[in-house]
């Protein structure tokens, strides 16, 4: 009579893992894209101060 128990608890402790993976991964891919942003933001303003001649 335990193991269903126990098995049940497992299935969903497993659900709550996988949930809390996809949700780090979703947050780590917008970190992903903001950084990508800032970089290509970073270098598009490098160019216009080497651009000055200075």
Known sequence: MLLPL??????RAAAVLADVFKRANQRA???A??????????????????????
């Open 6 to 11: 126990v098995l049940l608890l497992t299935a």
């Open 29 to 31: 891919g917008d970190l």
């Open 33 to 54: 894209e903001v950084a990508d942003q800032a970089r290509a933001r970073g270098q598009t303003c490098e160019q216009a101060y080497r651009s000055l001649g200075n």
